[in-house]
């Protein structure tokens, strides 16, 4: 199971995970710990060690909380349509979750046509998105949400649609234009540039825009980019990409949690999407994936259909008390500080939180 204390310590509010794996069935599942914490019996003293925190953030005005919100990538994949999009945010908000933060509907790969048009410009594909993303923009926006696109920093998407690379000024453009607040910027088909180079100039064209938007840098984690990015984006990918099973997850949390001390108000590491409410794993499961992710200060997207998601999905991810862990205003990442027990199976995760943030 997983549980939330608190307890108030030096002027702060000390949230809590245990997370116990308490079947034979589970504990099966639990991989080994990450190289860096083999061994570990002791908790760790530096576990608030925010030595890098707030060095390297963008300034942009946004991301002073991880973002909330819903993409469609785990999910529908490409089976993406406006209609979907639309419901989901509809359903977002007639379900309650828009007033608990989830305010980006972020629409993922797969749709812009496979080419530029004559004017080398993006264009959404004509039968999934016939309205386009400015339409698409202003219905979201008539719902007080958010409209996140996709692109990518390679020649293709990893779907094999148009990049964005070397097409940065004029791609955020248009976005924009459309009415974009956030840009998921993808590492496919790179053309072997490293990515401290191929990166920065999203953000300056973003910049440059004068609109403000949101920017998620998704390089998987392959440059560390924790050390460089905070100069760049408004969160990062920290690991590859998460699937809805408990050794992805464990596993993705192991890796998050080396890069704690670089996370902060401006700037958050992102272990990926939620796969709360897919299917792949037990109700119990899921609610340590949802309190980790919110003890990590990670970005709490939906990756599932909330137009019909079950009444155990939403009470996960509707926890208000979770939530406002994850939305603490001092913005310190959690981490593990203790584990013991067969492969580590007994954790204890554990975060500083303002002192009144309940």
């Not at 390679?154 to 924009?176: M, N, V, W, Y």
């Not at 992710?293 to 019909?308: E, Q, Y």
Request: glycine fraction near 8%; charge should be negative; aromatic fraction near 12%.
């Amino acid at each position: 199971m997983a549980k939330i204390t608190n307890n108030y310590a030096t002027g702060l509010l000390i949230a809590t995970l245990y997370v116990y794996i308490i079947s034979v069935a589970v504990t099966a599942r639990v991989l080994p710990l990450h190289p860096y914490l083999n061994g570990q019996e002791n908790p760790i003293t530096n576990i608030f060690d925010t030595s890098n925190y707030g060095i390297l953030q963008l300034g942009n005005g946004l991301a002073l909380t991880p973002q909330m919100g819903w993409n469609s990538w785990n999910f529908f994949a490409c089976e993406i349509n406006e209609k979907v999009i639309r419901e989901t945010a509809d359903a977002l908000v007639s379900t309650g979750l828009a007033k608990l933060g989830y305010n980006y509907v972020n629409i993922d790969d797969c749709w812009s046509e496979f080419v530029r048009d004559s004017k080398d410009q993006l264009v959404p594909h004509s039968e999934t998105f016939p309205s386009g993303i400015k339409s698409l923009a202003d219905y979201v926006h008539s719902k007080e949400l958010k409209l996140g696109i996709y692109s990518d920093a390679g020649k293709f998407t990893c779907q094999i649609r148009p990049g964005s690379l070397f097409h940065e000024p004029d791609d955020a453009k248009i976005f924009a234009s459309w009415g974009v607040d956030y840009l998921k910027y993808d590492n496919c088909f790179n053309l072997g540039i490293d990515p401290e180079k191929r990166y920065p100039p999203m953000r300056d064209a973003l910049n440059a825009t004068g609109r403000p938007i949101f920017y998620s840098l998704c390089e998987w984690g392959v440059h560390d980019p924790a050390l460089w990015a905070g100069k760049v984006g408004n969160s990062w990918r920290t690991t590859d990409d998460i699937n809805d099973s408990w050794a992805s997850m464990t596993t993705i949390a192991d890796l998050n949690d080396k890069w704690a001390a670089y996370a902060g108000p401006g700037g958050w590491n992102d272990p990926d999407m939620l796969e709360v409410g897919n299917g792949g794993m037990t109700y119990e499961e899921y609610r340590a994936h949802f309190s980790i992710w919110a003890l990590m200060k990670a970005p709490l997207l939906i990756g599932c259909d909330v137009r019909n998601m079950t009444a155990e999905t939403f009470e996960i991810i509707s926890n208000e008390e979770v939530i406002a862990v994850n939305q603490d205003s001092l913005g310190v990442q959690g981490r593990k500080v203790h584990s013991y027990g067969p492969d580590g199976g007994y954790q204890v995760w554990d975060s500083f939180t303002s002192p009144f943030s309940y």
